[in-house]
C-alpha cells in the first residue's frame, strides 16, 4: 500500500495560482503512475493531470493550459502548478498512486476560488 499526503490547498481569487505537492510513501517500485483528481462538494470525482513513469502528462481538458503536473514517480513526489483558477476549480483535490489495477488515494487538500 502507498501512503499520500497532499498539501497546498488553500483560498485563492479567480485568475490566481496555487501550487499543491503530494508526497507518497510505501511501495514505490510499484507505482505506475502518480496524479491528481478533484471532488467538489456534491459531485462525482473527477481526473485532473496524470503523469506516468515514463514522464508522459495527462490533463482534463477543463485545466488544460492552466495546470501542470511535474514530479518523479521514484522520488515518491508529485506537483500541481494550478494557475488561472476559476471558481469552478474549486474543490478536495486528492493525489493518487497506481499500483498495477489498485489506486491508492490521499485524504485530499481542499482549494477553494472565491472573489
Known amino acids: 500500500q502507498v501512503q499520500l499526503v497532499e498539501s497546498g490547498g488553500g483560498l485563492a481569487q479567480p485568475g490566481g495560482s496555487l501550487r499543491l505537492s503530494c508526497a507518497a510513501s510505501?511501495?514505490?517500485?510499484?507505482?505506475?503512475?502518480m496524479g491528481w483528481s478533484r471532488q467538489g462538494s456534491g459531485k462525482q470525482r473527477e481526473f485532473v493531470a496524470g503523469?506516468?513513469?515514463?514522464?508522459?502528462?495527462y490533463y482534463a481538458d477543463s485545466v488544460k493550459g492552466r495546470f501542470t503536473i511535474s514530479g518523479d514517480i521514484a522520488k515518491n513526489m508529485v506537483t500541481l502548478q494550478m494557475n488561472s483558477l476559476k471558481p469552478e476549480d474549486t474543490a478536495n483535490y486528492l493525489c493518487d498512486a497506481s499500483i498495477g489495477s489498485r489506486v491508492d488515494w490521499g485524504q485530499g487538500t481542499q482549494v477553494t476560488v472565491s472573489s
Open positions: 503523469i506516468m513513469s515514463d514522464g508522459r502528462t
Open positions: 510505501g511501495s514505490i517500485f510499484s507505482i505506475n503512475s
